[in-house]
């Protein structure tokens, strides 16, 4: 089906009728389980909810903004996890957003708002402290546009997030990583406390995948044993990186900027 950037196709599961992977412009962009809110496909994801289960206090309602949206299965997560969450999904495309209200039994305002426009201008005219979480999941094709990995971009989250809030970033990467390195340089410029997790095959250097990145000013959330063990314990085991393993991942890696001022079409809610 066309869409204003492309195309938006569902794939059923065969092995699952209640389930359906969104495909935006031929690449998996959303797993939903139409049955199960709570059961997230994609790896990252179970990552993303990993940190997310870990962060103030389990079960109470956050404020989340989401930049990528796509299907919205993480916002289905937190609005099932997290009872009375209120949640901003942003989505590059102005036709996905009222597709995907029509296919999926999505939460509806204030629960969740879905916005169309650019993932940084949108952000910029978000209030100061008005977020617990921010995510960042903004794909065009299968890499993370420049725009939202400065740190200026990175300053402006920070900006958003309440106090010791939480930033979560997906990095599609490939060895020897660089672009996750650079990445983790920008958050580290930003925020107190960041961390890294991606499968150990990834970190050895051995093929293509997602590494997630968090940030926060909270010294507790991401130093957790518990945080570590649920990591390992996933389906896909993956590792966590902390403190001296950030830092040795780091290596000299510079922090991104930004080489031009940006210009960006405004949007409009969904």
């Known amino acids: ?4 950037t492309g195309t938006v196709e569902l794939v059923t599961d065969p092995d699952d009728p209640d389930a359906v992977t969104v495909l935006v ?9 139409l049955a199960d809110p709570t059961r997230l496909v994609f790896e990252y994801m179970q990552q993303f909810a990993a940190v997310v289960d870990r962060f103030d206090v389990a079960g109470q309602p956050l404020t989340v903004v989401h930049l990528g949206a796509a299907g919205c299965a993480l916002a289905r997560w937190v609005h099932t996890t997290r009872p009375g969450s209120q949640q901003i999904a942003v989505e590059l495309d102005a036709t996905l957003p009222e597709l995907v209200r029509g296919w999926f039994d999505l939460p509806r305002s204030p629960a ?3 916005r169309s426009g650019d993932a940084r201008t949108q952000l910029a005219a978000m209030p100061a402290g008005s977020a617990d979480v921010v995510v960042r999941d903004v794909f065009a094709g299968d890499t993370t546009p420049p ?5 200026e971009f990175t300053q402006d989250v920070a900006r ?10 997906n990095c599609a990467d490939r060895p020897p990583l660089t672009t996750s390195r650079a990445e983790v340089a920008t958050l580290a410029a930003v925020f107190a406390d960041v961390a890294v997790v991606a499968e150990p095959a990834l970190l050895r250097g051995r093929g293509y995948g997602n590494v997630v990145l968090a940030g926060t000013d909270d010294p507790t959330v991401l130093a957790s044993a518990a945080l570590d063990r649920a990591i390992r314990s996933l389906p896909a085991p993956a590792r966590l990186l902390h403190g001296d393993d950030v830092r040795a991942f780091r290596g000299a890696s510079p922090a991104l900027v930004d080489l031009a001022p940006e210009t960006e079409a405004e949007g409009a809610d969904a």
Do not use: F, K
């Open 112 to 114: 969740l708002r879905i």
């Open 1 to 4: 089906m066309p869409i204003a």
């Open 25 to 33: 412009n031929g690449v998996p962009s959303s797993y939903l389980d």
């Open 147 to 151: 725009h939202v990995r400065t740190l």
């Open 160 to 169: 958003v997030l309440r106090p010791g809030g939480l930033y979560l970033a």
